[in-house]
């Protein structure tokens, strides 16, 4: 299995970022996919799941109203659309996919990351 996430960049506060992350190894359609980052000193946050229904998904709090999450069966690709960037936004973002078709923010196999700095 491999993901291979892209799309993190500098942006500056209030600017809008769109990550993807490409699958390759097992299929979208059995397994959930997620978004996580982790920001220096800080713990991994689960950010965002779709299972394999497309009305099993989950959004943390944290992102709410300026995250969006999708993905593209066909394409066995995830995105991850953010808007109203915060300094506090500042992490490596990873994509991940759990064993399981459902969302449990358990994920097993990981991408690389890719960095998101939110800066002026």
């Known amino acids: 299995v491999q993901l291979q996430a892209s799309g993190g960049g500098l942006v500056q506060p209030g600017g809008s970022l769109r990550l993807s992350c490409a699958v390759s190894?097992?299929?979208?359609?059995?397994?959930?996919i997620g978004w996580y980052r982790q920001a220096p000193g800080k713990r991994r946050e689960g950010l965002s799941c779709?299972?394999?229904?497309?009305?099993?998904?989950y959004l943390a709090n944290s992102v709410k109203g300026r995250f969006t999450m999708s993905r593209d069966k066909a394409k066995n690709m995830a995105y991850l659309q953010m808007k109203s960037l915060k300094p506090e936004d500042t992490a490596v973002y990873y994509c991940?996919?759990?064993?399981?078709?459902?969302?449990?923010?358990?994920?097993?196999?990981w991408g690389q990351g890719t960095q998101v700095t939110v800066s002026s």
């Open positions: 779709i299972g394999r229904r497309d009305d099993d998904t």
């Open positions: 991940a996919t759990d064993p399981a078709p459902d969302c449990t923010l358990t994920p097993d196999s």
């Open positions: 190894g097992l299929s979208l359609d059995r397994h959930a």
